[in-house]
């Protein structure tokens, strides 16, 4: 067991909206309960932007973003039952909850009422120091709060899926995307593309809604069975009425208004996407049709672990683009210019 903390190579955001940059940061000793992850991977999420830039309100620098990691158990404390030096491992949004509340007790650590789930990055732990995230070469992470990545499943494409795909799977779960469902996904980035994948794999029949077609061939090889442009307001007249369920991961305030009227009666809109600014709502929009404006976090850890294997056992990770520790200013730029195919994975190795 380590008794000391231990000096880690990482990127952060000295300050908002400044440039990444390289620096060193302290991990925790491992305690008894601990894993230390070797860091292989770390995917970007259009949230660490949000974050490093400030746009969720006050954030804490300096910033070690990143909550989609993938690595290997390097050491594991004495009391550590569920992981051995050697397991290939993620880690995903959260490090922390509770354990004691209602939620966390009924795996829905996300939403634990009992002070709020510790993030990964951007927040403070039970000892009041704050947490950096997977943009770097090593975590300690509490067993509890940490899955196993199946052997089918590269490190690299598993990245994403702490996030990108917990965050889509739980929400198409909750609301029984399956055979015999129309589901739209709304966006077509990181969370969309497997929200995509997800969707089809659960059986459902599946719509892109992107804003335009650029995406098209790709959507449809992941498992779209259409795929229409949002810029095109026929769009909105030949839908009308048609998704049982649609899911928007897009980073930008939409009208709800516009895609609420391509729902079925009683079809759900469920939003997880998490833009800067307030939307505005026509609350009729709801009222005809009887429908349901949702939105969902993430997914417990339980339910994370559920999400890998079911991956692993469709055969599918993410579609990435591999960046060394250099590109991640670069990356941020093109993923706010809607350019991203589909989710940016930094190998930890070049920090
Ligand atoms: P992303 O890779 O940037 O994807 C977002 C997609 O939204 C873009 O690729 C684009 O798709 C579409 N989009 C962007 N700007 C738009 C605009 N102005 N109007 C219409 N569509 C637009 O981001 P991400 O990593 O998937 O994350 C998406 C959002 O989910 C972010 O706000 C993130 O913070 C949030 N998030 C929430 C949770 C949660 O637990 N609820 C978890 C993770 C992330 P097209 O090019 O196809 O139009
Ligand atoms: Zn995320
Ligand atoms: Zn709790």
């Known amino acids: 067991m380590t008794t000391g903390t231990t000096t880690v190579a990482a990127y952060a955001a000295p300050a908002a909206k400044a440039p990444l940059e390289r620096t060193t940061i302290e991990r925790r000793a491992v305690g008894e ?4 992850i070797d860091i292989k991977f770390a995917g970007i999420c259009h949230s660490d932007i949000h974050q490093a830039r400030e746009g969720w309100g006050e954030a ?19 009391g550590v039952t569920k992981f051995a030096v050697g397991d290939r491992v993620g880690v995903g949004c959260m490090v922390d909850s509770c354990r004691e509340c209602d939620n966390c007790k009924a795996g829905l650590e996300q939403y634990c009422t009992g002070g709020g789930m510790t993030g990964t990055y951007n927040a403070l732990d039970k000892n009041g120091e704050p947490t950096y995230g997977g943009y770097s070469q090593k975590i300690v992470v509490d067993e509890n709060y940490v899955v196993r990545i199946p052997d089918g499943l590269a490190l690299d494409v598993a990245a994403p899926l702490l996030c990108a795909g917990i965050t889509t799977y739980s929400p198409l779960k909750h609301w029984n995307a399956g055979p015999g469902k129309k589901v739209a996904i709304v966006g077509m980035g990181g969370l969309g593309h497997m929200g995509v994948k997800i969707a089809h794999a659960l059986g ?41 369920l649609i899911l928007s991961t897009v980073s930008a305030p939409l009208s709800l208004d516009a895609y609420l009227s391509l729902l079925k009666t009683d079809g759900a809109f469920v939003n997880v996407g998490a833009p800067e600014e307030p939307v505005a709502l ?5 009222i005809g049709g009887r429908k349901t404006l949702a939105g969902s976090g993430i997914g417990g850890i339980q339910e994370t672990q559920e999400m890998l294997d079911f991956c692993a056992e469709h055969g599918f990770g993410a579609e990435i683009e591999l960046i060394g520790a250099t590109e991640i200013n670069e990356a941020y730029e093109r993923v706010l210019g809607s350019d991203v195919r589909y989710r940016f994975v930094i190998d930890t190795a070049t920090i």
Do not use: C, W
């Not at 309960?33 to 230390?36: G, S």
């Not at 804490?60 to 004495?78: D, K, L, N, R, T």
């Open 282 to 286: 026509n609350l009729f929009s709801v």
């Open 33 to 36: 309960f601990d894993v230390l």
């Open 204 to 244: 459902a029949e599946v719509t892109v809604l992107s804003q335009s077609l650029r995406k098209k061939d790709d959507g449809l090889k992941l498992g779209a069975d259409h795929y229409y442009a949002t810029s095109d307001p026929e769009t909105f007249t030949k839908l009308a009425g048609t998704f049982d």
């Open 60 to 78: 804490i620098f300096p910033m070690v973003p990143g909550h989609e990691i993938a690595g290997v158990v390097s050491e594991v404390g004495p």
